[in-house]
């Protein structure tokens, strides 16, 4: 049985970190996942693995205010070196995030080492891993020109988000939707509301769309005053961080999801696309290279990004057209079971650990 330890010391991705090492327990695998603690919210539970939280154990403070990133920044080193000394019962260990690059690096143990890259812009060090993990052919080009070894990059799917599900028993919508008209149809924006995200332009939109609700949700990383008090009818926004039962109230209640990202997003994937995926929910996309597959696999239409005009159009073609969502909803089903699931995803994981591992 190989021994796989997956790190994530800031605890930025927990479904996806704890999705894999399910999926990889049920391949076969003894997975330990060594992160800290989340603190944002809940965490999936623990499935056939183990979790170790070694990291920033004495951090205290509320989440993202600045005493509580100092002193994560002031333990990072001697956690790291703690770590390393207790890698060594991995066969292999495969790191999701480097939280000080220029140091982790120096880090690592002597095990056979994997990276998945979640965020492909800036990525530099790759040549010190065994092995290096990205989402889409897009970013094994973006990392690839950025001077890794092509023979080293490893496209490995993001697996389809389904662990909101068995939550919906007694999930209840974000209490500033009460006032929602509950049979008009719904597009969900959701996440953390950025200027890449595309709201402005997916305010200009929604102007060509009658009879539909429009909920943005996710807090806001610069000031969208401006733009709440331009949106048009129709529009209503949470601008916070939800708890996981209304994240999966708002994806159940939703007739399509939208990211209508700027063309200079620069991203692999999406976990909200993950999301509306594990919930068999359309999408409408922005037409980046990360996002080409669920277009072609039909789970969701595509828009040039930044056009408003054309996001209009589709917005309300699919708001007035429920067979075909009902079409898009099937092949995201479809995606999700097949080569989205989180089995698929781990068996390609496990056969490149087998392929790095020492003979």
């Known amino acids: 049985m190989i021994r796989v330890d997956l790190v994530d010391p800031p605890a930025y991705t927990p479904p996806y970190d704890h999705a894999l090492a399910a999926a ?18 809940t965490v999936p539970a623990t499935d056939g693995y183990r ?27 001697p956690d790291m070196l703690r770590y390393r000394s207790l890698a060594g019962s991995a066969d292999v260990v495969h790191f999701q995030w480097l939280t000080v690059p220029r140091l982790d690096l120096r880090m690592l143990p002597a095990a056979p080492t994997v990276l998945t890259v979640h965020d492909p812009i800036g990525a530099d060090g790759l040549d010190a891993f065994d092995a290096v993990v990205v989402h889409t052919e897009a970013a094994r080009r973006t990392v690839a020109a950025q001077g890794a070894d092509p023979a080293h990059v490893h496209v490995i799917r993001h697996g389809a988000f389904t662990h909101l599900l068995p939550l ?32 402005e332009t997916l305010l200009q939109a929604w102007r060509q769309v009658d009879g539909a609700d429009l909920w943005i949700v996710g807090r806001p990383r610069f000031d969208i005053a401006p733009l709440r008090a331009s949106a048009p009818p129709g529009v209503s926004f949470v601008p916070r961080f939800v708890s996981d039962s209304e994240q999966a109230a708002l994806f159940d209640r939703a007739d399509l ?4 990202y700027a063309r200079d997003a620069k991203l692999d994937f999406s976990g909200v696309l993950a999301t509306a995926l594990g919930f068999g929910r359309p999408a409408v996309v922005s037409d980046l290279e990360g996002f080409a597959e669920p277009v072609e696999l039909g789970a969701a239409r595509a828009v040039a990004a930044g056009d408003a005009d054309a996001l209009g159009v589709v917005l309300r073609e699919l708001i007035g057209d429920p067979e075909q969502r009902q079409r ?30 020492p003979k």
């Open 24 to 41: 990889l327990a049920r391949g076969g695998a003894e997975v330990r996942l060594v992160t800290s603690r989340f603190a944002y919210g």
């Open 51 to 77: 979790t170790a939280e070694l990291f920033y154990r004495r951090v205290r403070g509320p989440a993202g205010s600045r005493l509580r990133t100092a002193l994560k920044a002031a333990q990072h080193l």
């Open 168 to 199: 919906l028993d007694g999930a209840r919508l974000p209490p500033e939707l009460a006032g929602t008209r509950s049979q008009r149809p719904v597009a969900l924006c959701f996440g953390l509301v950025r200027p890449y995200k595309g709201t």
């Open 257 to 260: 999801v939208v990211l209508p």
């Open 328 to 357: 898009l909803a099937a092949a995201a089903r479809a995606a999700a079971q097949g080569p989205y699931s989180w089995d698929a995803v781990a068996r390609a994981t496990l056969d490149l650990y087998d392929r790095i591992r």
